[in-house]
């Protein structure tokens, strides 16, 4: 099989080679010029993508505090980590929690919303930006604002509530709702969500409407047999970079609780455990943040995996095939 493999490669550098020498001067200049500019990009992606990627690896496998040099111990760290960490599964489960309330509200809501934008709505353009602009308003500039908004004594949410004659909550100071503060501080971010849906569904032909009002299709059954199944593509999309994004929640976390994920770590979410580990003790335990790391990454990939998988049976298509 080795033997095949290698004489496949063989060949297709080969193949490579006479087509490089059957092109034209101008083809070969056109080739080496489309280099010289992606140069710059390639050298980007080696330096900080590529070499981080596979020293991080390397890293989780030794005991290293950038100040001396790098030990090698195995997988000590990742033993550690599933059996002396008791933060480890406290933050894990913390950010499980965001990432299934947060990703939840995100699609729920921006796909509401789009279908709302999508009905011939006047000032279409003005709506969209509102609803976009505050996904572009730094991070750490928002987190300041819901600070005030959800102010135990005089935010002005426990404000709204007081004055219909419910009670004020202490949104970040008690463990059993703290998170339940930054799931409505997610809907800031629904604006990302509902223009990439509104995106697909203005992608969607009138043709299958107008049909399947012929057939008899109420508003809601055109919703359910129509506009569902072709909008699977960007359901499954919009589902996987809210779950990444999710689960890299840390600044506003950061801001709101001083770097402690309190109270009593109820808001410690995963980044933030791996943050400090890394920059936060004393020495820097960079090689144990590396095992954290790389183990957030086999969830990025197990989720990725899931996707992909149940997509294949699960995503239509406009022409009426599933995902391939």
């Given at each position: 099989?080795?033997?095949?493999?290698?004489?496949?490669?063989?060949?297709l550098?080969?193949?490579?080679?006479?087509?490089?020498?059957?092109?034209?001067?101008i083809?070969?200049?056109?080739?080496?010029?489309?280099?010289?500019?992606i140069?710059?990009?390639?050298?980007?992606?080696l330096?900080?993508?590529?070499?981080?990627?596979?020293?991080?690896?390397?890293?989780?496998f030794?005991?290293?505090?950038?100040v001396?040099?790098?030990?090698?111990?195995?997988?000590?760290h990742?033993?550690?980590?599933?059996?002396?960490?008791?933060?480890?599964?406290k933050?894990?489960r913390?950010?499980a929690?965001?990432?299934?309330?947060?990703?939840?509200?995100r699609?729920v809501?921006?796909?509401?919303?789009?279908?709302l934008?999508?009905?011939?709505?006047?000032?279409l353009?003005?709506?969209?930006?509102?609803?976009?602009?505050p996904?572009?308003?730094?991070i750490?500039?928002?987190?300041?604002i819901?600070?005030?908004?959800?102010?135990a004594?005089?935010?002005?949410?426990?404000?709204?509530?007081y004055?219909?004659?419910l009670?004020?909550?202490r949104?970040?100071?008690?463990p059993?709702?703290?998170m339940?503060?930054?799931?409505i501080?997610?809907?800031?971010?629904v604006g990302?969500?509902?223009?990439?849906?509104?995106?697909?569904?203005?992608g969607?032909?009138?043709?299958?409407?107008d049909a399947?009002k012929i057939d008899?299709?109420n508003v809601?059954?055109?919703?359910?047999?129509?506009?569902?199944?072709?909008m699977?593509?960007t359901?499954?999309l919009n589902?996987?970079?809210n779950?990444?994004?999710?689960f890299?929640v840390?600044?506003?976390?950061?801001?709101?609780?001083?770097?402690?994920?309190?109270?009593?770590?109820?808001?410690?979410?995963?980044?933030l455990h791996?943050?400090?580990?890394a920059?936060?003790?004393?020495?820097?335990?960079m090689?144990y943040?590396?095992?954290?790391a790389?183990?957030?990454?086999?969830?990025f990939?197990?989720?990725?995996?899931v996707?992909?998988?149940?997509?294949?049976?699960?995503v239509?298509?406009q022409?009426?095939?599933n995902?391939?």
């Amino acid at each position: 099989m080795a033997t095949s493999f290698g004489s496949q490669i063989s060949a297709l550098r080969g193949r490579r080679r006479e087509r490089w020498r059957d092109m034209s001067p101008i083809r070969k200049r056109e080739a080496k010029m489309g280099l010289l500019f992606i140069s710059p990009w390639i050298v980007g992606v080696l330096l900080f993508s590529l070499f981080p990627f596979i020293a991080s690896f390397l890293l989780s496998f030794t005991k290293y505090n950038i100040v001396q040099p790098p030990e090698w111990i195995g997988t000590d760290h990742y033993v550690s980590i599933f059996s002396d960490d008791p933060l480890f599964l406290k933050s894990l489960r913390n950010t499980a929690v965001y990432v299934g309330g947060s990703v939840t509200i995100r699609i729920v809501l921006g796909f509401a919303l789009a279908l709302l934008l999508n009905l011939k709505v006047r000032f279409l353009g003005l709506w969209r930006t509102l609803f976009y602009l505050p996904s572009v308003v730094p991070i750490v500039a928002l987190s300041v604002i819901w600070l005030y908004v959800l102010n135990a004594r005089a935010g002005l949410l426990n404000s709204l509530l007081y004055a219909i004659g419910l009670p004020r909550f202490r949104w970040f100071a008690d463990p059993d709702i703290a998170m339940i503060g930054y799931l409505i501080m997610s809907t800031t971010w629904v604006g990302v969500t509902m223009v990439i849906f509104l995106a697909g569904l203005q992608g969607i032909p009138e043709e299958y409407y107008d049909a399947a009002k012929i057939d008899g299709a109420n508003v809601f059954q055109r919703l359910i047999r129509v506009t569902i199944p072709l909008m699977t593509p960007t359901i499954y999309l919009n589902i996987l970079i809210n779950i990444i994004n999710a689960f890299q929640v840390f600044t506003q976390v950061f801001i709101m609780t001083d770097g402690t994920g309190g109270p009593r770590d109820a808001t410690r979410t995963y980044v933030l455990h791996l943050f400090d580990h890394a920059f936060q003790y004393l020495p820097p335990q960079m090689g144990y943040s590396s095992a954290l790391a790389w183990i957030l990454f086999m969830i990025f990939f197990f989720f990725w995996a899931v996707i992909v998988t149940t997509s294949q049976r699960c995503v239509f298509y406009q022409g009426g095939e599933n995902g391939e």
